[in-house]
């Protein structure tokens, strides 16, 4: 927003004797200019005259002003559907009403990845109770105002993602004209208005029990320090060739194609304990906190695609180690390093680090070498024994340079036959 607040944003600082910290600017925008003197004799008139409603010729006030004009009109009636409410608001009037300075208020309009809409009377009830809370959490001590501002930053970016996908993706196969001589538009008004409330619930239902898992991962970490750095197993999943498919496909076929990877490398990683961390398109980034559960989705993610002839190859790197979180994405030498083994994986194969394949051997997952799954194969009959049970062989490849990253030892990654 520039002077510009909605209520998504969270500042929590009232400016003293009751102004909302306004700047030059904010100023400018807000009233006409008066002569200096009289802007000394009453500084708080100018202010007044934005956030107070005026009275007409026959001296009523409205204390529900009519939002600004403009604008598409179905856009508009859309507009107020989902958001609850009519606009009524600048955002001057808005950071006045929620108690938050203009500039703070602004921050977190921008975090949440809103345009600034100058003194556009675009904001509703809504805009200032979202204000008011989020200001009352820093208020309160439970938030600290950057750690608002993250706050802000993070659901706006995850929920602009939702809502594109929903538009773009769902609500564009829903409205389809169901009969001849209707517009798409004419039907979208009720088909949102009969999906908002269910994908509300929806949405809702899912953040709280991906909170309850995330609550859960960061209760059985073992220090305060592992909850920011922590030791995961991170993969990279690349589709081979995309680049030159993307010259031979059609646009949609292309979208399918995609769509299509990004399900299934989503449900597979769900599947089988890991997590998704974020989808590139021809790539997709997870993480598992077991070196086991990390190997098993490279697996089936290549055999899923080996078997689906409308796929390109796919080649997969791993690296484990520590690994920075933060706002849902993973950062380090870890993650780098597990990119640089996708790129030079070979088709249809999965490349690890040898700091995975340690942890492959530690967790009896893998053996060190065949000779060592035979001689404790041996022992095993020898006493009686069940002989250990590997699910995965790794096979040492030929160091090789890394960009920024010096010498590594790749280990290539397979499932180890059961008769082995």
């Known amino acids: 927003m520039t002077v510009d607040d909605t209520g998504s944003g969270t500042g929590a600082h009232r400016a003293p004797d009751g102004e909302p910290g306004r700047t030059a600017e904010s100023v400018t925008d807000a009233s006409p200019a008066r002569p200096e003197a009289d802007t000394e004799a009453r500084p708080d008139t100018r202010a007044d005259a934005r956030a107070e409603p005026r009275p007409d010729a026959d001296g009523r006030v409205d204390m529900h002003p009519e939002p600004d004009s403009g604008g598409d009109p179905l856009a508009l009636r859309l507009e107020g559907l989902i958001l609850g409410a009519e606009r009524r608001y600048t955002p001057f009037q808005a950071a006045r009403s929620a108690g938050v300075s203009v500039e703070l208020a602004t921050r977190f309009w921008r975090a949440m990845g809103f345009a600034d809409i100058g003194q556009a009377k675009a904001l509703t009830e809504a805009d200032v109770l979202a204000l008011r809370r989020l200001s009352g959490l820093v208020e309160a001590g439970l938030l600290s105002e950057a750690m608002a501002v993250q706050v802000a930053r993070s659901t706006g970016q995850t929920t602009a993602r939702l809502a594109e996908w929903q538009i773009d993706s769902f609500l564009e196969g829903l409205t389809e004209p169901p009969e001849p001589g209707m517009t798409r538009t004419e039907v979208t008004y009720p088909i949102i208005e009969l999906l908002l409330p269910e994908l509300e619930e929806f949405l809702v239902y899912v953040w709280r029990r991906q909170l309850a898992a995330s609550a859960g991962r960061v209760i059985q970490a073992a220090d305060d320090e592992e909850m920011v750095d922590r030791r995961l197993a991170v993969g990279f999943a690349d589709l081979v060739g995309f680049t030159r498919l993307t010259r031979r496909m059609e646009e949609e076929e292309l979208g399918e194609l995609v769509e299509a990877f990004e399900t299934t490398a989503a449900d597979l990683v769900a599947a089988h304990g890991g997590r998704l961390i974020k989808t590139l398109g021809d790539e997709v980034l997870y993480a598992a906190d077991d070196a086991g559960i990390a190997a098993e989705i490279a697996m089936r993610l290549i055999e899923t695609m080996a078997n689906d002839e409308t796929m390109p190859e796919l ?106």
């Open 315 to 420: 080649r997969v790197g791993i690296a484990f180690g520590t690994v920075t979180t933060r706002m849902g994405d993973v950062f380090g030498t870890t993650v780098n390093l597990a990119s640089r083994l996708t790129s030079i994986a070979p088709r249809d194969a999965v490349l690890v680090d040898g700091a995975f394949a340690e942890e492959l051997i530690r967790t009896r997952d893998a053996p060190a070498s065949e000779a060592e799954a035979a001689e404790a194969a041996a022992a095993a009959e020898k006493e009686g024994e069940e002989p250990p049970s590997y699910r995965f062989a790794l096979q040492p490849m030929w160091q090789r340079p890394v960009r920024g990253l010096g010498v590594i030892e790749p280990w290539l990654l397979a499932r180890r036959d059961a008769e082995s």
